[in-house]
């Protein structure tokens, strides 16, 4: 069967928890519901993404390899590509898989597997128009000068190479532009609506023991623990007695792992319950139950989807100046609290606990945040290059 598109990616879509793997599946789900065909080929360690479908199973690799490839201080994003020269099987799967789907544009989501372009080439594919996506110029994301290079040098080789360039803020285009980009387009993030149903309401409202609840999520990416601990610090004692912080994803791993957690465990206990990864529903109904919706935002590139996701949520917000990357014509709306003093963040979350405070903002004023509107045009942007 032939496909208008082949999607190289770097994490399975199927069931979604991080901002990443959102945005993807929603830059896939564009395409599909336009009428395009749309072959996506994840390539990932199973051991990082245990949850999989049948179709995101073929380049899914097991501890060994995701062991090898991250011996000798090599990193998993940066690095991937390395899984190839491990086992060189899925470099050939992977190119026979793409020739059978003949398709006339070729995606790649991120930088990290650049390296297929030249195969790409020798396989009888170079009439593939060639598009780059990525939410973040992930170079400026790497702590290392050399891993900052070793990054850009992968960016720049897409970039050169792609016939399009998604971005996901103007910033991030205005550096694709200065890297000599041909085409450059920007979608930024969204979110869905979430709605809860009246028994799931009452079911996490029992979980919760009735108390307020201000709402954190972030996956195990590292700026968002930081941010926790930079406008916590050193634990987030200005919860009142009658009310809780709930953390939720990955980053109450990354939490529960520092020394600051361990040192100050009453504290935490007293005042913030850390529940991971959550599935949907659950979400839908914190949200709904929310007195305010938290984003301690205070390093990392791009826009985070989670300030798309509080805005649909129509929850009073306290946010940084940094979380609003991206999304800096909704500040002055109402029920938004920008505090970047850590004295004043906590503050703010406190008062709307104690006090209470209507959001007023209506669904009206951001409703161009939802993944239809946001991505209404992306399709198009595809289709022009091969249609």
């Known amino acids: 069967m032939s496909y208008d598109v082949s999607y190289i990616g770097i994490y399975p879509i199927s069931k979604p928890y991080h901002g990443g793997q959102r945005r993807v599946r929603a830059l896939v789900d564009s395409l599909v519901e336009s009428g395009m065909r749309v072959d996506y080929l994840p390539i990932f360690s199973s051991v990082s993404y245990p949850e999989f479908d049948r179709g995101e199973s073929e380049f899914a690799f097991g501890r ?17 590509h390395s899984i190839f020269n491990l086992d060189p099987s899925y470099r050939r799967i992977l190119l026979e898989r793409i020739r059978r789907c003949s398709p006339k544009i ?28 990525s939410q ?4 400026q994301l790497m702590a290392s000068p050399a891993d900052r290079k070793e990054a850009e040098k992968l960016e720049r080789e897409l970039v050169a190479a792609a016939d399009l360039v998604v971005a996901c803020t103007q910033h991030d285009a205005d550096v694709y532009a200065g890297w000599g980009a041909k085409r450059i387009c920007v979608f930024g993030n969204g979110h869905i609506r979430r709605n809860a149903s009246e028994s799931l309401l009452r079911s996490w409202r029992h979980e919760l023991k009735y108390r307020k609840v201000a709402v954190f999520t972030g996956s195990a990416h590292p700026p968002n623990a930081q941010g926790f601990w930079e406008m916590f610090l050193p634990a987030p004692g200005c919860i009142p007695p009658d009310a809780r912080l709930v953390v939720v994803g990955g980053v109450c791993d990354l939490i529960m792992s520092s020394s600051l957690y361990s040192s100050n465990r009453s504290i935490f206990a007293e005042t913030t319950l850390l529940i991971g990864r959550q599935e949907e529903d659950a979400l839908n109904a914190l ?12 390093s990392g590139g791009g ?38 003093d850590p004295v004043e963040f906590k503050r703010a979350t406190r008062d709307i606990l104690l006090y209470g405070k209507k959001s007023e903002r ?19 942007s595809i289709k022009s290059l091969a249609f």
């Open 303 to 340: 826009s985070n989807l989670k300030t798309a996701e509080a805005l649909l949520s129509l929850k009073p917000i306290v946010g940084t100046s940094k979380s609003f990357c991206g999304f800096e014509e909704y500040k002055a709306l109402p029920g938004i609290s920008i505090a970047d």
């Open 106 to 133: 070729i995606i790649f989501e991120q930088p990290w597997h650049a390296a297929l372009l030249s195969d790409l080439k020798e396989g009888g594919l170079e009439g593939a128009k060639i598009v780059y996506s």
């Open 287 to 298: 949200f709904a139950l929310a007195e305010v919706v938290v984003l301690p935002v205070t």
């Open 136 to 139: 973040n110029v992930e170079s």
């Open 64 to 80: 060994e390899l995701h062991t090898a490839l991250l011996s000798d201080g090599r990193k998993q994003d940066l690095h991937a």
């Open 362 to 380: 209506r669904f009206d004023d951001v409703r161009n945040l939802t993944w239809e509107n946001v991505l209404r045009d992306y399709p198009a």
